[in-house]
Structure formats: structure tokens, C-alpha cells
Nanobody, 124 residues
Framework: QVQLAESGGGLVQAGGSLRLSCVAS????????MGWFRQAPGKEREFVAA????????YNQDSVKGRFTISRVNAKNTVYLQMNSLKPEDTAVYYC?????????????????WGQGTQVTVSS
């Protein structure tokens, strides 16, 4: 079983930056696609970004393109989400997720393992 743990959230002013980390334990993430999702109060969980095992293919939600970057270091069983130019609309609990795949799923039902989430709050 894969255990995921997110960290790096916090309170930041609009225009600022944060880097989220997700560390996996229990298994290595060999051949696993990793994704980031977020959920704002009163809203459904939505896809943010995903990355394949080799890191050669990524996909970002349109609203974060040019601002967020997903990356991974497989030797550390870790995936990152670098968030720049943050906006109040980015405020949410951010979750990382994993699935053994060679493609880039963008719906939560396609992922098998989830972390507990980390809060990101962007103030104006």
C-alpha cells in the first residue's frame, strides 16, 4: 500500500509563491503517475496537474498554466508542486494522489492513493 504525505502549505499574499511536497512510503513509485488536486470550501475537488513516472509528460489545468509546475524526484519518492503568482482563487486544500499508469489521468476516480491534504490560503 502507498502512503502519501503532503507538506508546504500556508498563508501567502497574492503574487507570492509556495512549493508543496508529497512524500510516498510503503512502496516506491516506479511506473506511477502522480497528480495534484485541490478542493476549495463548498466546491468539488478539481484537477490541478499530473506527471508521468519518467517526468517526460506533464499536464496542467488551464487556470494554472504558466504559474504552477509539477515535478518529481523518483529517488526520493517525492513529487512537488511549485506555485508562483498565487491568486486568492487558488485558496484550497491541496491533495496529492498516485496511480500506476503510463498516462495522465485528470479525474479523482482514476487515482488509487491519496494524501490527507495541505491548506493553501492566498490573501489579497
Amino acid at each position: 500500500q502507498v502512503q502519501l504525505a503532503e507538506s508546504g502549505g500556508g498563508l501567502v499574499q497574492a503574487g507570492g509563491s509556495l512549493r508543496l511536497s508529497c512524500v510516498a512510503s510503503g512502496r516506491t513509485l516506479n511506473r506511477y503517475t502522480m497528480g495534484w488536486f485541490r478542493q476549495a470550501p463548498g466546491k468539488e475537488r478539481e484537477f490541478v496537474a499530473a506527471i508521468t513516472w519518467g517526468g517526460g509528460s506533464t499536464y496542467n489545468q488551464d487556470s494554472v498554466k504558466g504559474r504552477f509546475t509539477i515535478s518529481r524526484v523518483n529517488a526520493k519518492n517525492t513529487v512537488y508542486l511549485q506555485m508562483n503568482s498565487l491568486k486568492p482563487e487558488d485558496t484550497a486544500v491541496y491533495y496529492c494522489a498516485a496511480v500506476r499508469s503510463d498516462v495522465l489521468p485528470s479525474t479523482s476516480s482514476q487515482y488509487d492513493y491519496w494524501g490527507q491534504g495541505t491548506q493553501v490560503t492566498v490573501s489579497s
